[in-house]
Each structure stands twice: as structure tokens, then as C-alpha cells.
């Protein structure tokens, strides 16, 4: 994998939604618990995310220039997940209006709509920045910048559609891989291909059932398993590799989980067997790609419910609030993920965090 990428009652967060709730909410009439410790490691990643906002509005690391679009993307998310909106008359809104207009300039897609180009961030960053522009549709902070949303996502998915189309092999048909016009693929860059359409399709924009469909086949055939004459996998507790073929890793099987579910497929063999493995599975922090899996394996365990989402919500928040920074910020610890900064790491960290929130879409059961 290829480095790149890449309601809250507490005191740092003073505007959100006066509609927004979260699992922890206490009962009407009864005052939330003050100190709630994950709120407050949210509050001081956001203050964190904010501090690094350039004079032009991207969100990076003072010298660490790299993946401008897709980490500011990501870093708009992260915002967003916890109920800040761009239109929010605060510090933390001012930097999302901010961060989203640098993320709109046209500088930064190309005619065809791909948006991983200038910023070398390449599908990644295209399928990031995608999923980011189909959740903020509607929450602009006024009609103009609204359309200029819709235009980028609509272009956007239609380079995402594309793409898919290209000539490719029984294997690799229906996924992506690094460049637009890739005649093979692998699940990384697929599955943020596909939490886009499925935004995308969400919001309302045009995304055939069948280019979903080609990428849930896709994903199916990473998960390891031989089949069976029904085509259903024998092996009820595996999950997904890198590559159809490749053997279960902590990442792909938890990217393969949410993404899977994320298209409607809750009750395939594929997400219960992923679901069983990633509870069996021993996550060290620091490990390969940590935090780019924890983002899908707590969205992923919280859309599986039940024991499996308070396992996961429970691993991920006492790991995570014990290896926070001084400074809000989280940094990966392996070789590739720990190049790829802070706001990087930082953003997922918050998105794994969030899963007690509901105000993205694509996050919701």
C-alpha cells in the first residue's frame, strides 16, 4: 500500500447542531457527566486540525506539503463527524468554510474530475476527496458554494465510473487501483472508491446500481475462502486480503467489513466471517497501517452492531486516549504510516472516536 494519505457536550466544541445526539446523550431533564474523556481528546483534535489551516485554507503540517487536497479532506470530515458545519459562526466552522474552498478551487480537479492529480495523492486522494465533497452536499454555507459541491462530486463520480470501466481482467474487474486508467486493482484504493458512490448515490447523484455492484463482487473475491458450487465461501471465519488471493490482513479485513456493509450486503457470509476474524483478531497499536484500519474497523463493527460494536468502540477508545499527544494529535508509529503525518493519523483517529456520533450519512446504520 502506498503512503498518501491520506452532538458533542464538551467545552471546546461550543456549536453544534442544537438537533444533533449521541449514544452517550443522558436521559431528558439529566446534565451529561463532566470530563467525558473521549469528548475531550475529540475537542483537543480538532483544536489540533485547526492550528495547522494555511493562509490559502489547506490543513497540513508546517513543511509536509504532500497530499494537500486529500488531507484536507480528510481533516474536513473529521470536523464534520462530530457536528461542526462550514456555515458554524466558530473557530472551528470558519476553518471548515476555509478548508472546503481550497478543497473547491479549480486548481485542484482536472477537467476529466479527478481530483488526485495536482496534489499526488493519486486514486486515493480522488476517492477521499469524493466521499468528503457527497457528505458536505447540502451543508455549504450558501447556494453558490452548494452547487459548486455538486458540480465537483457529479464530475468526481462520473472519473470514479469511468475508471471502473477501463478493460480489466476477471480478477481485477470492478475495482481501482492507483491512476484513473489502471487495468488492475486492489482493495485500498477500491474501498474508497466505493464509500464515495455509495455517498454519492445517497445525496442523490447519479451512480448505477450495477458500478456497485461490480465493486461489491470485487471486494467479495478479496475475502480468502475457497468457494463452494453455490459460490459462497467455506471458511465462515475469514476476511479480506490486499488482493483477491492475498491472505487477511487487520486493514483490508476491516476495510472489506465497512465498505461491504456500506453497499447493504449486512447479512453476506463475507461480513459475518470478516466480523468474527477482526473480534479474534489481536490490533496492537502501532502495528502496519493501524490507524487507516481502525477507521474501518470501528465504522465497520458499529454498522455490525450489537457485541461487536461494543467491543470495538471500547477497544479503540481506551487505545486511543492512552496515545494521544500533548498537542490533540495522533502519529502513526510504522514506517509508511508514520510518513504520512499527523493530520493524516489525527483525522482517522477522530473518525474511529466518532462512531458515537451520527451526522454523516455514510456513517449511519
Known sequence: MKTILGAVLFAALLALPRTAASDDAPPAGQEKPAGDKVDAAIGRAIDFLVSLQDKDGAIHELNVNHNLT????????????????PADDTKQGIAMKKALSYVLRPDRQDI?????ARDGSRMYGHGITTLMLSEMLG??????????????????VDMIKNSQMMQKDP??????????ESTDSDLSVTVWQVMALRSARNAGLDVPKELIDNAVDYIKRCYQSKRGADGKPENLKSACGYEPGRQPEYAMAAAGLLSLQVCGAYDSPEVKG?????????????????????YYFA???FQRGGEYATYARKLVEDTLLNKQGPDGSWQGQSGQERGSGKVYATSLAVLSLAVKFHFLPIYQR
Open 299 to 301: 465504522q465497520g463493527m
Open 274 to 294: 470478516s466480523a468474527d476474524w477482526l473480534k479474534d483478531k489481536k490490533v496492537e497499536y502501532g502495528g502496519e497501517w493501524y490507524f487507516y484500519g481502525t
Open 70 to 85: 486529500a488531507m484536507t479532506s480528510m481533516a474536513i470530515m473529521a470536523m464534520a463527524a462530530v457536528g461542526h458545519q
Open 112 to 116: 476529466k474530475g479527478y481530483l488526485g
Open 139 to 156: 451543508m455549504g454555507v450558501d447556494a453558490q458554494m452548494d452547487q459548486v459541491i455538486r458540480d465537483r462530486c457529479r464530475l468526481a
Open 171 to 180: 480478477r481485477n474487474k470492478g475495482g481501482w487501483r492507483y491512476a484513473p
